[in-house]
């Protein structure tokens, strides 16, 4: 349901004053979650030493390692959001039951730890007030998310009945998300699926990669167009049947076509100008939760994406 969303880390010495302290009772402190909290975060993989995970809470430490701890999907508080009416939000349609909105690459879709920048869901807020009472209290109508370098579509629920009408089609994978991703590489097939599980990667908990006893994850992809200079390239039509965090870039990576400019995932050596990673989420459909009529919508390539098609061609 999440999406293509957001992962960050804090990283920091361990000081000598907590020479041999548990490992659960240093994260608490330092983050100022409870040790329950805590705890959870040691057991799920999202703490590491010197860059590997650590799932023992009574680990002790030793002065000079570094610590990590990944929290950002935990919210920064209990409470919702605060509307921040200057947000630019480009909003490709609005009704009673749904808003669809066209994101643009930079904007995080809504708080989290680790996230210090106006959200997206600030902007909404500040639009429609209502979006308060939706869904989850830190993230308000979010039934799905992208990257905060991925550009595009994404629905957000307006009223609690379409938050769960869309939840429910997530999870029945009858949304349709389609994405534009610009690879290193030709692939061997015009088309092809990546049907290979996701999950956090033992090696560096802000990253995924595909694990054997990670979560289901299957990527459909479609060749649009290929080019030879400055190296081999190739344009792809992405459709997900699953959202895992960072699906596409994993898939595309696991199969050996990173994202150009993805810099997390193997495409940062090329650039080709841009700032962040070329993938663009161009078509969305759904059944709309009102009168139960599919509804589609498309967002044309931002300029700095269409820019570097151009030179290409």
Request: aromatic share 4%; net charge negative; with cysteine.
């Amino acid at each position: 349901m999440t999406g293509d969303g957001e992962a960050a880390i804090r990283l920091t010495e361990v000081p000598s004053a907590l020479d041999g302290e548990r490992i659960d009772r240093v994260v608490s402190m330092l983050t100022g979650v409870s040790r329950k909290v805590a705890t959870d975060l040691v057991a799920e993989g999202r703490v590491t030493l010197d860059g590997v995970v650590v799932t023992d809470r009574s680990r002790r430490l030793v002065p000079g390692q570094e610590l990590g701890i990944d929290w950002a999907e935990t919210p920064v508080t209990k409470g919702p959001p605060i509307a921040v009416p200057d947000l630019p939000v480009r909003v490709v349609h609005a009704d009673e039951s749904v808003i669809v909105v066209d994101k643009d690459a930079g904007v995080v879709v809504h708080p989290g730890n680790g996230v210090h920048d106006v959200t997206l869901v600030q902007g909404l807020l500040a639009r429609y007030p209502e979006l308060a009472g939706v869904g989850e209290l830190h993230r308000p109508g979010i039934v799905h998310r992208l990257d905060r370098g991925t550009s595009g579509l994404l629905v957000v629920a307006r009223t609690e009945g379409a938050y769960h009408d869309l939840v429910a089609q997530l999870s029945a994978r009858t949304v349709h998300r389609r994405y534009l991703a610009l690879v290193i590489g030709h692939p061997e097939a015009t088309s092809g699926l990546v049907d290979a599980p996701i999950g956090r990667s033992r090696h560096d908990p802000t990253r995924r990669a595909v694990v054997a006893n990670g979560r289901e994850a299957r990527t459909r992809y479609r060749l649009l167009e290929t080019f030879d200079e400055p190296e081999p390239l190739a344009l792809l039509a992405c459709e997900l049947e699953t959202g895992r965090t960072h699906q596409i870039r994993v898939h595309l990576q696991a199969i050996g076509l990173p994202v150009v400019a993805d810099g997390t995932y193997g495409g940062g050596r090329l650039k080709l100008g841009l700032a962040r990673p070329f993938l663009h989420a161009a078509g969305l459909a759904f059944v709309h939760p009102g009168d139960g009529e599919e509804r589609s919508f498309e967002a044309p390539l931002p300029a700095d994406l269409q820019g570097v098609l151009d030179r290409l061609r």
